[in-house]
């Protein structure tokens, strides 16, 4: 087994700083999406800028959604044929419209 990459204390500073931003940042849009100040469109549109958001495993987002919890996500992602381990940058065209019109946003799924 290759031995882990040797970082300077400054480097595993930066990566720490980079990973808690990234975190906090997913967190942030998931609280939005469940308090309903941010829809699901409008996310996936910031996920094309933010590789933040990008990053953000799509079983988290849909359990975010007002009225789904982990069981109910699950349910979805099984029935959309989206794989648990897929995170948002990895959702296909198909997968993104089947996704917006099963969770109530038809009109907007268009492209």
Same mark, same amino acid.
């Given at each position: 087994? %290759?031995?882990?990459? &040797? ?5 595993? #500073? &930066? ?7 990234? &975190? ?34 799509? #079983? ?45 946003? %038809? ?5």
């Amino acid at each position: 087994m %290759p031995d882990a990459p &040797r970082l300077t204390d400054e480097q595993r #500073s &930066r990566a720490r700083a980079e990973a808690l931003a990234a &975190r906090t940042a997913r967190a942030q849009a998931r609280a939005e999406l469940k308090a309903g100040t941010l829809s699901l469109p409008e996310l996936l549109r910031r996920a094309e800028r933010d590789p933040q958001l990008a990053a953000m495993r799509v #079983s988290a987002l849909i359990a975010a959604l007002p009225g789904y919890g982990e069981a109910r996500s699950a349910a979805l992602m099984a029935e959309l044929r989206i794989a648990a381990s897929r995170r948002i940058r990895g959702l296909g065209p198909k997968q993104r419209v089947a996704l917006l019109a099963r969770t109530g946003h %038809p009109a907007e799924s268009a492209p």
